[in-house]
């Protein structure tokens, strides 16, 4: 994301918020998002290097994100790429399509750029990446009434390229709509800062005159509708701002209706080399990802009832792990209905210091000051947790 401009907060108590019905059923969907799975994908990110459009570490990002969504079952007909050229460079964006039940040519967009500049963007976005691949994946068999889209630019650090060759390109040809979106719901930098945790998210609306105002309430309308999804289905807090330059503008010059998550308080980190795994707060990742499933379910009207193949969450999420930091021992708090498990403690490069077996009081008086990975196993299930070593 671009330098932030002409932000102005807004709490939400200053809007007339629509109150909107809660559904068991999206909230087991959210709850699917694991700590875990979400941890796994930043750090891939994180060691897939410097993304700068065009580049070969670009090019690998690309292939990855394909893999995975081949990986979670879609298919060829539901893969597809955006190709466009940057100076003299092509990079390409990706797109996933989830045809709709009721409206298959009206389209919910969930977006977010794979693109880094001096780093390896881990929050810049390595964060909005993971987080529609776990979307994705979560949603892959689950009914929705309108289509969506997961797409995947390139080129938003130059400018909003890839965005932009899309929105003219694809969506619009000769100035002609091709695609009739409903929304456009960018994630952007919802990293966090593992020194600074924090439990409000930014949802952003449409507040300029870019390509007229017709657009500005609907955005507005949306982005309460967000907000009120992040409070239903994440532990998440909300705060409302203006959209700022990232993907979602070209769209929003086109008069689409606009709206995106964004980190609160910012960590500073975007476009140098300490946007790494470990200047980020995961967990923190992992709550946007729940609220974020919870919202694109609403947006696309999922079905509300489970299908036979769902299950409820990783009965590990709920595991507590403290104090963080710690000094000499770490607690790790596990639901009585578990009774074997193991404790791993790893560095930053993944290797494993020590490891337990069904202890509850974690004596970490020997570990250097630094930042972890505590890693609790049972049952083939598992969570992962970074924790703080303070002296």
């Known amino acids: 994301m671009k330098k932030l401009k002409g932000l102005l907060l807004l709490s939400l108590a200053s809007y007339s918020l629509q109150a909107q019905s809660f559904i068991p059923a ?13 941890t796994n994908l930043l750090q891939d990110f994180a060691n897939l290097g410097v993304k700068t459009t065009g ?22 007909s539901q893969i597809s790429e955006d190709i466009f050229t940057y100076g003299s460079t092509t990079s390409k964006n990706l797109v996933i399509t989830k045809t709709g039940t009721v409206y298959p040519n009206i389209y919910v967009i969930i977006c977010g750029h794979y693109d880094t500049i001096t780093g390896p963007g881990v929050s810049d976005n390595g964060s909005g990446t993971s987080i529609l691949l776990e979307a994705a994946r979560i949603l892959k068999d689950v009914p929705t009434e309108y289509s969506v889209k997961f797409i995947h630019f390139s080129g938003e650090e130059q400018g909003l390229v890839g965005s932009t060759h899309y929105v003219n390109n694809v969506v619009f040809s000769n100035n002609v709509r ?26 952003e609306s449409d507040q300029s005159s870019a390509g007229g105002t017709a657009n500005n309430a609907p955005s507005l309308a949306m982005t309460q509708q967000l907000a ?48 790494t795994f470990a200047n980020i707060d995961p967990t923190y990742v992992f709550n946007v990802g729940k609220a974020a499933v919870g919202a694109l379910q609403h947006f696309a009207v999922a079905s509300s009832v489970l299908g036979t193949k769902e299950s409820d969450s990783n009965k590990l999420e709920s595991i507590k792990i403290y104090p963080n930091p710690a000094k000499d021992v770490l607690n790790v708090e596990i639901p009585s209905n578990i009774r074997n498990f193991s404790v791993e403690i790893n560095d930053m490069s993944g290797k494993l210091i020590s490891a337990f077996e069904n202890e509850r009081k974690i004596n970490v008086s020997k570990l250097s000051k630094g930042v972890y990975m505590c890693t609790v196993k049972s049952d083939g299930e598992a969570i992962t947790k970074k924790v703080i070593i303070d002296k």
């Open 228 to 275: 009120n999804c992040t409070t239903l289905y994440s532990p998440l807090q909300t705060t409302m701002s203006n959209a700022y330059a990232s993907d979602y503008v070209p769209f929003e010059a086109k008069g689409d209706i606009i709206t995106g998550f964004y980190e609160t308080p910012v960590s500073g980190n975007q476009h140098t080399a300490n946007d």
């Open 55 to 76: 580049s070969t570490a670009n090019t690998n990002t690309l292939n990855w994100l394909k893999a995975k969504y081949q990986t979670f079952g879609y298919d060829a």
């Open 26 to 38: 999206y909230q087991t969907r959210a709850n699917q998002v694991t700590q875990t799975n979400i």
């Open 178 to 203: 091709q695609l009739n979106l409903k929304v456009v719901f960018n994630i952007d930098q919802v990293g966090g800062k593992i020194t600074n945790p924090s439990n409000t998210i930014v949802c």
